[in-house]
């Protein structure tokens, strides 16, 4: 059995055009108008396959064929999805891969009326960019948010989460109610691209992913004196724009004394009071670390917060690290690796093994089910940005692999 693979990839193409921006990237960010947008177009394609659509008062949906026998009913189900949303001028795979390939898996199956000894539900996760916060979906799958928590939330364009949620139509009383049992879930598995070179410099098809890397960070904010930018002179300044940059030049040297695939950004820094002609007194900067290494992790977050309150000592100014608790890095269930190795080899596709450097809410789902994930290559390695490319036939390869590996772990 496979794919129909014209239909998916006219699904990706059509999708990619939802928030798209000049230029040719695309932003779809949570609870925005284009995700609004998305979320009717995927509903809409589940509705003409004849499938049935739950959504969680967080945004997460949930896909099924109604035609689901009786028997199964209660039954542990094996999840298969990925996100509908993206990063801000980002490419049309990230998420939307995966998130369609499930659905043309649930709808194959659901079209030939396969028979199988678990459910299959098709999962599009929310948020899992985090621009309200990271892994957002599944995290309230999970564990779960308080009002408080909510309440805390912003996203990288200052909004609070509660606003623009309810601005959206969606109930907060419900977003606080969105766990679910692990006892209800067989296994997840998780079709992605690879999002960096190793498989296109191997020259093979499928990567099955061994484990994915754990994620720490959140702000630091340095806080200067707002003084002329005319009259006062390099030595008097405590220009706190000047120190968060030198910290993050010093972001190299620490991720390489932690370990070789330790890796540190900031990717946000705001200034205020942000004019030409004053010397900034708040600089605040995101900062993302990641590491396989639990233990790096720690090294990580001890050394970027030590230089931080260097630099601040030595310039005279104010520093304040507000770090979250990490994510810790997360292992693949090895049944599931040894299926997607299967079945790539069945259908005659060079696979190989390889960890995974990009979050995903299979990272989250480890903790609750056995967990699988299955990458394709992506073009020149890059993703996050609008040149994100994989090849037609390497998207249907996976697809495939992916509907083989449903089917095993359906089967039982
Ligand atoms: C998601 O793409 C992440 O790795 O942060
Ligand atoms: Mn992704
Ligand atoms: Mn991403």
Not at 130 to 138: D, E, T, V
Not at 152 to 157: M, V
Not at 202 to 209: S, Y
Request: aromatic share 4%; glycine share 12%; proline share 4%.
């Amino acid at each position: 059995m496979c794919v129909d693979g014209a239909r998916l990839l006219g699904d990706l193409e059509a999708l990619g055009r939802i928030g798209r921006v000049p230029g040719g990237g695309l932003t779809r960010t949570s609870f925005s108008a284009a995700d609004a947008e998305a979320r009717a177009w995927y509903r809409d394609r589940c509705a003409e396959a004849g499938l049935s659509v739950r959504v969680d008062g967080i945004g997460n949906m949930f896909v099924s064929s109604p035609d689901e026998e009786p028997a199964l009913d209660g039954v542990p189900a094996v999840w298969s999805g990925s996100h509908l949303d993206s990063v801000p001028n980002g490419g049309r795979f990230d998420g939307a891969l995966g998130a369609l390939a499930a659905l043309e898996c649930v709808r194959r199956l659901h079209e030939e009326r396969v028979r199988l000894s678990r459910p299959v539900r098709a999962v599009g996760y929310s948020d899992e960019e985090g621009n309200y916060s990271h892994l957002f979906g599944s995290s309230a799958l999970v564990r779960g948010f308080t009002s408080a928590d909510l309440e805390a939330l912003t996203g990288r364009d200052g909004d609070r989460f509660v606003d623009t949620f309810t601005a959206a139509g969606w109930d907060l009383d419900r977003a606080t109610r969105t766990t679910v049992d692990p006892a209800a879930i067989h296994s997840t598995v998780e079709l992605h691209i690879e999002q960096g070179p190793a498989l296109e410099r191997l020259g093979h098809q499928i990567g099955i992913v061994s484990a994915i890397v754990g994620l720490g960070g959140g702000t630091i904010t340095f806080r200067g004196r707002a003084d002329h930018a005319g009259t006062t002179s390099m030595a008097m300044r405590k220009d706190a724009l000047t120190a968060a940059s030198a910290l993050i030049v010093q972001f190299p040297d620490i991720a390489r004394s932690v370990s070789d695939q330790a890796v540190v950004t900031a990717g946000i820094i705001t200034v205020e009071p942000g004019a030409a002609n004053v010397v900034p007194e708040v600089a605040r900067m995101t900062v993302d670390f990641r590491d396989l290494d639990a233990a790096h992790l720690a090294a990580l977050d001890r050394a970027i917060t030590t230089a931080a309150h260097g630099v601040a000592a030595r310039r005279g100014l104010d520093v304040r690290v507000d770090f979250e608790p990490a994510i810790p890095p997360s292992h693949m269930d090895d049944g599931i690796q040894r299926i997607i190795g299967e079945s790539a080899a069945a259908r005659g596709l060079l696979g190989s093994s390889l960890p995974s450097g990009a979050g995903h809410d299979s990272q989250n789902m480890a903790k609750l089910a056995p967990t699988g994930m299955i990458f394709v290559p992506s073009v020149g390695g890059r993703s996050h940005c609008p040149d994100e490319e994989t090849a037609d036939r390497d998207i249907v390869n996976g697809a495939n692999v992916l509907l083989d590996t449903i089917i095993a772990l359906a089967r039982g």
